[in-house]
């Protein structure tokens, strides 16, 4: 059980171009999801909070018209990067905290590879 | 703020104990995770702890937690090459206001050595 859907799982674009990634709890519902983003060999660095229904909460320094968040239902949440340049070219992994489950663990997609050319 | 410090690289040789370690910064109420990333993968819980345990084991897998040293550690024990991967330490502080995201520690390279 458990489990989180990232797609796509890898992409690849065009300078300017904005690209939508999505994320899913496929066997529970999920009122809060996380967005975070990995550089090579580095940590996961939290971008944003998202809740079904409200706006997300970006963490500082995170360009909130850069980074697209769409929470629309319990179980999906969508992060569109607008106007893509080779400085967002990252791994992007979300991750999904069972609804009413705040003192459980959150469950991680496998990440979505992003390189802009 | 939080914080998160762990060690990059940790070799052992298969059939041994593998014991990575982790610091972090206190908060009230404290959730720390153990997550393992293969390369190009996303992260796999391995096991969690709440900061009024002091310990937790699940077949190969031990976490200690030393709360006054503000130091947790994770053993594997009789290491094999499958568990080959970076171990990434989180931690979570409860707000009271709801869900909280994690911040994470660099994360472990654990090498096996046949």
């Known amino acids: 059980g458990a489990v989180v859907s990232q797609h796509p799982s890898w992409v690849i674009c065009k300078s300017g171009t904005s690209v939508k990634i999505e994320c899913r709890s496929l066997?529970?519902?999920?009122?809060?999801m996380f967005w975070y983003r990995q550089f090579p060999k580095q940590s996961l660095m939290l971008m944003a909070t998202?809740?079904?229904?409200?706006?997300?909460?970006?963490e500082q320094g995170v360009e909130k018209d850069k980074f697209l968040i769409n929470h629309a239902s319990l179980t999906l949440s969508t992060l569109t990067v607008t106007s893509a340049h080779p400085e967002d070219s990252s791994f992007y992994i979300c991750?999904?905290?069972?609804?009413?489950?705040?003192?459980?663990?959150?469950?991680f997609g496998d990440g979505t590879r992003l390189s802009i050319l | 703020g939080e914080d998160v410090e762990q060690s990059l690289f940790l070799s052992v040789r298969e059939g041994d104990s593998s014991v990575i370690n982790c610091t972090y910064t206190?908060?009230?109420?404290?959730?720390l995770y153990w997550y393992k990333q293969e390369p190009g993968a996303g992260l796999q819980l391995l096991t969690y702890?709440?900061?009024?345990?002091d310990m937790k084991q699940d077949q190969r897998l031990t976490v200690l937690l030393n709360k006054k040293d503000k130091h947790l550690s994770l053993r594997i024990a009789d290491t094999q090459t499958g568990d080959s991967a970076i171990y990434f330490c989180a931690e979570r502080a409860v707000s009271g206001g709801g869900a909280d995201g994690l911040t994470f520690g660099k994360g472990t390279h654990l090498i096996i050595q046949p």
């Open positions: 206190d908060s009230s109420s404290t959730y």
């Open positions: 991750s999904a905290l069972q609804t009413g489950g705040a003192n459980q663990p959150q469950h």
């Open positions: 066997d529970f519902q999920a009122t809060t």
């Open positions: 998202s809740n079904e229904g409200s706006k997300a909460t970006y």
């Open positions: 702890i709440f900061s009024n345990m």
